[in-house]
């Protein structure tokens, strides 16, 4: 008999607020989206919530694999700049670096950054519509 690992479901609910912003719900979070079309310094936009979602997803990541690989860190830091393209409108190209605060070796933090790149959700979505390219590197 196989049996198949049930795979993860999310749920995000979205609202306007206003012309100029807009609430999204998940769990017992939320998060201000800046919706209006003159930007808003107060909130994220669409593109910057991607962003953070990368960025979130690679810090996930490595503290879903620092147990298994007996990583010791003491911090993750992660800078994402991306550019967008205007016709058709998309994401043209994201650049990021990690910042792994940790005395490990240079082939552990390779090995982390594998793990990093393999197994990340938002990574692995992200990764083949964009040119995708950053470091992870040592404090």
């Known amino acids: 008999m196989t049996t198949t690992t049930p795979k993860m479901s999310f749920h995000v609910e979205s609202r306007r607020v206003d012309a100029h912003s807009g609430l999204s719900l998940c769990k017992q979070a939320e998060i201000a989206l800046d919706t209006d079309l003159a930007g808003s310094p107060s909130a994220f936009n669409p593109a910057e919530l991607l962003l953070a979602a990368l960025s979130a997803c690679m810090i996930k990541g ?78």
């Open 62 to 139: 490595i503290e879903r694999v620092a147990p298994i690989l007996k990583f010791e860190l003491r911090g993750v830091e992660v800078m994402v700049d991306g550019v967008r393209q205007d016709v058709p409108p998309k994401m043209e190209s994201i650049r990021y670096e990690i910042v792994v605060d940790t005395e490990e070796s240079d082939q552990r933090l390779s090995l982390l950054y594998e793990n990093v790149k393999k197994y990340g959700t938002v990574f692995n979505t992200v990764a083949p519509g964009t040119e995708l390219s950053g470091v992870l590197r040592r404090r």
